[in-house]
């Protein structure tokens, strides 16, 4: 799953040219959710950086904790929220890395999910909107998830859905038919990614010091498996 974001300082113009405005970059060392992060949409065919808090949360929910910061890419037509969301409102989350969790035997092991180059890339995401009152609204996403590809596996069994830049118009596009929207939810490919341990400081969301990324041991990339 897809609980802690690393989001470095970077510019998402570097994957999205066309992206428009000044909003900056809302960045963590440690980004857990119920926190807001910058996410892009499309605004009257406009590319744009957003805030947006980080768990969907439509005006009838009822308990904060509740807000889903994930949704599983094979049920999104199944919950309400979900699927009126993936047919009109998608949008992107740029970030430098994902923290996920390896199940050892007396404890779990933080490991920080990059691409191989340590380039920053875009998870797939789904936004909702309500308004608190006649003119203020708040925006809110959750990650879309998959199964983890055969290189992620060993450490976790989902991960959020890589977008390649030049695939981030037909994901964020309303008018793109679903069924073209739907393939673009698939593991990445293996060679994409690797993945190094970190400090167990990551396990609190309230260190936000860098040292929460700091490597551990060696990267390991698909060339290293069996």
């Known amino acids: 799953m897809a609980g802690r974001l690393h989001i470095d300082q ?7 040219p066309r992206l428009k405005g000044s909003e900056t970059l809302i ?5 857990a959710p119920r926190r807001h992060l910058t996410a892009i949409r499309l605004e009257h065919g406009t590319l744009q950086a957003v805030p947006m808090f980080w768990g969907m949360t439509p005006g009838w929910l009822e308990v904060l904790d509740h807000a889903p910061h994930n949704a599983r890419a094979e049920s999104l037509d199944e919950r309400r929220m979900f699927r009126e969301a ?11 890395g ?19 180059s ?38 976790t069994d989902r991960f959020p859905t890589l977008i390649a830049p030049d695939e981030a118009q037909a994901w964020l596009d309303p008018r793109t038919p679903l069924t073209q929207a739907r393939s673009l939810l698939a593991p990445a490919p293996n060679e994409q990614l690797g993945l190094f341990p970190v400090s167990r400081r990551v396990n609190n969301p ?3 010091g860098r040292e929460c990324a700091w490597p551990t041991g060696p990267m ?3 060339t290293d498996m069996p």
Do not use: G
């Open 118 to 155: 340590r380039a920053p890339f875009l998870l797939a995401a789904i936004w909702c909107r309500y308004f608190t009152d006649a003119t203020t609204a708040f925006d809110s996403l959750a990650l879309v998830t998959v199964e983890a590809n055969a290189f992620l596996a060993p450490v």
């Open 10 to 16: 970077f510019d998402p113009a570097t994957l999205l």
């Open 98 to 116: 994902v923290y996920v969790w390896k199940e050892q035997l007396r404890m779990k092991q933080p490991f920080l999910v990059t691409t191989a």
């Open 220 to 222: 390991h990339l698909v």
């Open 86 to 96: 993936f047919a009109a409102r998608r949008c992107l989350v740029p970030v430098s």
């Open 27 to 31: 960045t963590s060392p440690n980004m």
């Open 206 to 208: 309230a260190h936000q």
